[in-house]
């Protein structure tokens, strides 16, 4: 019997959105050029549009003009994607503006205190999703809704419904121009939101090296100092908890760990938890997301690029973290699989909060309960992936992740373990008992 298609093969977009990219082409055949978007052009309009000229501290010019430079001459964008970037980027410039514009109308807004917050980390693809939600349900907690991030201001409760049904109406419409990618990702306006968009306003965040291929951008972003950028990042979240405070943070991106220095240099008392997959597993499905989300502003896309690129940065980011992990305190940093995650997440949820001395209330975790259970009644498909779409191999990827897997005790896809030695006790004492079986991913 046939084994079902992966999430990759199914990757077609609607056919008006096929024709509509189509008239982009022709329009370029016919030499009639698409306007190249310039920062100082870019920057000029957002001014207009909101009647203010203070983009609050910090220079992200030429980080702009690199990202613009790259997505113009690299990305290879369609229609929609050149039309995308163009507004993504007035989006974030506005937002800008209007939050250095709310930081001079509520000074309060500069004198929040973020204490001990908890970044999810561990390589992507890894559950650190399904946990941020979970953690985010308890009352206590607070963690960046979509609708926030899109629209931070005003820092009140002015407009909310209003704001939300606009981020409701982007994510329907993402929905639709990429339809598979929901199988991959979940997406809504409502929901807890990977905080590297926290970043965006800078201009030096992964996310658009998520959404474009831009290795030009990318190779300058990974050797910048990014404490600027996390600086920014505890600007949004003060600017978040003006509106909506609550006793303690729970942020995810699995990017943190590779600026561990200029991260703890903003927040010197964070928490972590790393989550941890085999990187067979995990380089394949975020090699699939990847590709399906450059998919739908570009018709060129590369998953052997998207793959070879996604080893490359993660097996350095990973040994990077290693190495920082270790200044750690161990109360400070708590390991989770990502196994216990999708089999028994509310157990999970309780090492954490043992780990860390926190106390789950009842309440906090009926919440939790329901949202298990809303997760699993939702979801539209499964992931499917393989890695031999991508021009890989197990070989190439855990010859990559060889330190990391050694470290963890990390096993094969099919369940063998590949180190015999020289696993971390403090994560193995933990380590759950895994079922021979395989599931199909969900979207955790």
Sequence with gaps: MNSPATTLQQVRPFLPVRLFNGFGALLEKTRIPFTRALAADLIETAKRRCGLDDFGEGDFFEALSRLLESCQSEARLNLVGKIALRTNILQTLCSRLLMQRDRQLYPNIARQEIRSPLFIVGLPRSGTTLLHNLLAADPWHRSPLMWEVMSPS??????????????????????????????????????????????????????????????SYRAWFFQQDLRPAYEYHRRFVQHLQFRRAARRWILKAPTHMSAMPALLSVYPDALFVQTHRTPVDAMASVSSLVTILRSAFSDAVDPFTACREAINYWSETVDKFLQERDRLADNRICDVEYDEISRDPIAAVGRIYDHFGWSLSRDAEQRMRVLVTRHAQRQPGNHRYHLSQFGSSAEEVLSAFAPYCQRFGLSSPDGENLWSSGRDPRFEKHKSVLASSRLPERTI
């Design 154 to 215: 005003p820092p009140t409760h002015a407009g909310e419904k209003r704001r939300i049904q606009r981020a409701t109406q982007s994510c329907n419409f993402f929905n639709w121009l990429a339809p598979t990618f929901r199988y991959v990702h979940a997406v809504g306006a409502e929901l807890p939101q990977e905080c590297i968009g926290l970043m965006a306003p800078t201009f030096m965040s992964d996310q658009f090296d998520a959404m474009y291929y831009v290795p």
